[in-house]
């Protein structure tokens, strides 16, 4: 935990941002976090994984990305093509706060203005809004600092 950058939790509007800094962490909800941090063949993965040991009820690699896509909007949408037309009606809403902190959740730079309400450092926002989806290097494996 000592190298955490990201604190993964239902509840981002309990840390301060200042506390958060001082620990050199983000806050994220899982829905973003997953959304972001995961690739199409580590999900497709993890869904065969956890389908192939769920005994009750046994599901469906799609049945089970159905299911998670009903809390996880952004989740179904970043993956929609893995497991096509798999997805459930959406229950409950989006939070207010899904992100909290300095750090960016795509290349994980750490940043001194807060970074936008979904996490992205002002280079990986105008990537994602140009339709360029990679992500980028992180910093910290570029030669920079974590």
């Known amino acids: 935990a000592a190298d955490a950058l990201f604190l993964v939790t239902d ?3 309990d840390f301060a941002a200042v506390d958060l800094a001082s620990a050199g962490i983000a806050a994220v909800g899982p829905d ?3 959304s972001e941090r ?3 063949a580590g999900y497709r993965e993890a869904i065969e994984w956890l ?3 769920m005994t009750s009820p046994q599901r469906t690699p799609s049945k089970l990305h159905g299911a998670i896509s009903r809390r996880h909007p952004r989740l179904r949408s970043r993956h929609a093509d893995v497991y096509p037309g798999a997805a459930s009606p959406v ?3 989006t939070p207010q706060v899904e992100f ?4 960016c959740l795509r290349c994980l730079a750490r940043v ?3 970074t936008n309400a979904i996490g992205l450092c002002a280079a990986c926002a105008t990537a994602v809004a140009g339709g360029h989806n ?5 910093a910290w494996r570029a030669g920079g600092t974590k």
Do not use: I, Q, Y
Request: without cysteine; proline residues 11%.
């Open 91 to 93: 229950v409950g809403g």
């Open 112 to 114: 001194e203005a807060p």
């Open 100 to 103: 909290r902190g300095d750090r």
């Open 32 to 34: 973003l976090f997953l």
């Open 38 to 40: 995961t690739t199409k």
């Open 11 to 13: 509840d981002v509007d």
């Open 134 to 138: 990679a992500k980028p290097k992180p």
């Open 51 to 53: 389908s192939a040991r």
